[in-house]
């Protein structure tokens, strides 16, 4: 995937007058000026694009930022997945907090203005992070894989997951050398170089035209269609595991064997009483099945958010880099403008994963909740990050009547599920 910094080179930036020219040393501050008036402030429309990456920013560094406050606060939210959503957050940040503002300028000003050393940094870690991103869903993939289709094959822990972070990163790191390597600053103006940065691009330069069909064509392979491949088999099985009539774990006979509270009433025992041995082994497996639904749908949303988010920028850049398109480009405007959209596409990607996590999971949810509230007391009361100690049912009357209720509803619960079974 091409570096999201270089958008003034995404469509070739053209000199004032078609072919440069040394421009005299009486008219270089008027001509500096002249650019800076009519073709570099920003137009009515950037505008907007500037307020769109605010909104982007502002979002994704707090949303971000909770949902690792989130998992490193409450032991209990302390799975894998989470783990691996957690290093999700932290590349999402990373890319938000120091390539974002660079590439928002350099969409407005269609000039790189942060040198040499910085032209080879930014790209770089942007290509990082989206190896990150890719890689963590895979891993996550194949973590809930496992888990649900195969649980006696594989064992995840917290400590492998932490290791296959640390690999993450790693392979990241390395993998991505190339993309620093090649990236280089020049001026379109080369008479202005000494006097300005404006007109200044940060593009890549190969030794032949050949070298970067083949780095663009095995980057998009390898961080976009490959693994979106792999991913989509593998919650394509997932889905068939979780939404099949069958639930997974259980047997016919624990089915046959269990009551609903209306045979249980015929039979004159009491519905609200303790469960019988056989019903909460079967209700702790709904639970379960509940709750790995939850966080497949959730994670197969991510996975989607980041498809679409991705697809725009990664199809331009094999266009671009493979077939050559967009150098001579007829329609300028039209080319730049699909370029600056797909780039915020993929920051509002880093912001749209809180919000996924908000709406999708309970836990997150509370958690976002108690952190807001801290912040904005208009909100009500500040809660804890920490996970509310659990109480004992025999402490007060009013906590008795609460687990009455829940036996009940778990009851109800059942009845519910077992209509589905055959």
């Known amino acids: 995937m091409e570096p999201l910094a270089t958008a003034g080179a995404q469509v070739g930036v053209p000199t004032v007058s078609g072919e440069p020219s040394p421009v005299p040393p009486d008219y270089e501050d008027e001509f500096l000026r002249y650019l800076w008036r009519d073709y570099l402030y920003p137009k009515p429309y950037e505008w907007v694009l500037i307020a769109a990456y605010v909104a982007v920013f502002l979002v994704a560094l707090v949303g971000n930022t909770l949902v690792c406050l989130a998992v490193w606060r409450n032991h209990h939210m302390r799975t894998v997945t989470n783990y691996f959503i957690v290093n999700l957050s932290l590349a999402d940040v990373l890319v938000t907090a120091i390539c974002l503002p660079a590439s928002l300028l350099v ?9 040499h050393a910085l032209c080879k940094v930014i790209p770089y870690l942007q290509a990082v992070s989206v190896s990150v991103a890719v890689l963590t869903l895979s891993f996550i993939a194949l973590d809930r894989w496992y888990a649900i289709c195969h649980p006696l094959l594989f064992k995840s822990t917290a400590r492998r997951a932490r290791g296959s972070i640390l690999g993450i990163w790693a392979v990241s790191l390395a993998v991505m050398v190339p993309q620093a390597a090649v990236m280089e600053c020049s001026s379109v103006l080369p008479e202005l170089a000494n006097r300005t940065r404006l007109f200044s ?3 890549e330069h190969w030794a032949d035209d050949l070298y970067p069909k083949i780095y663009h064509s095995c980057f998009f392979i390898v961080t976009y269609l490959a693994p979106l491949g792999l991913m989509a088999v593998a919650y394509f099985q997932i889905f068939r595991k979780l939404w099949g009539r069958q639930i997974p774990g259980t047997t016919s006979a624990l089915v046959r064997n269990w009551k609903r509270p209306s045979e249980l009433e015929d ?35 991510v996975l989607l958010v980041f498809a679409l988010c991705y697809l725009p920028i990664s199809v331009l850049n094999v266009l671009k880099r493979v077939f050559g398109m967009f150098r001579q480009a007829s329609d300028r405007e039209a080319v730049y403008a699909c370029f600056t959209f797909s780039h915020w596409l993929v920051y509002a990607n880093s912001a749209a994963n809180p919000i996924i996590y908000n709406f999708l999971s309970g836990k997150f949810r509370e958690q976002f909740k108690a952190g807001f509230s801290c912040c904005l007391p208009g909100l009500g009361p500040c809660g804890s990050l920490k996970a509310p100690r659990a109480s004992a049912c025999h402490k007060s009357l009013s906590l008795q009547s609460r687990c009455s209720v829940s036996k009940v509803s778990e009851h109800v619960v059942l009845t519910s599920v077992t209509t589905v079974l055959p």
Do not use: Y
């Open 267 to 301: 039979q004159g025992q009491d519905p609200s009483a303790e469960p019988q041995p056989r019903a909460r082994a079967f209700l702790a497996e709904v639970k379960q099945m509940r709750a790995r639904r939850k966080t497949a749908k959730m994670l197969m949303v």
């Open 201 to 203: 691009v940060c593009d």
């Open 107 to 115: 969409d407005i000003t269609e000039s790189w203005l942060f040198g």
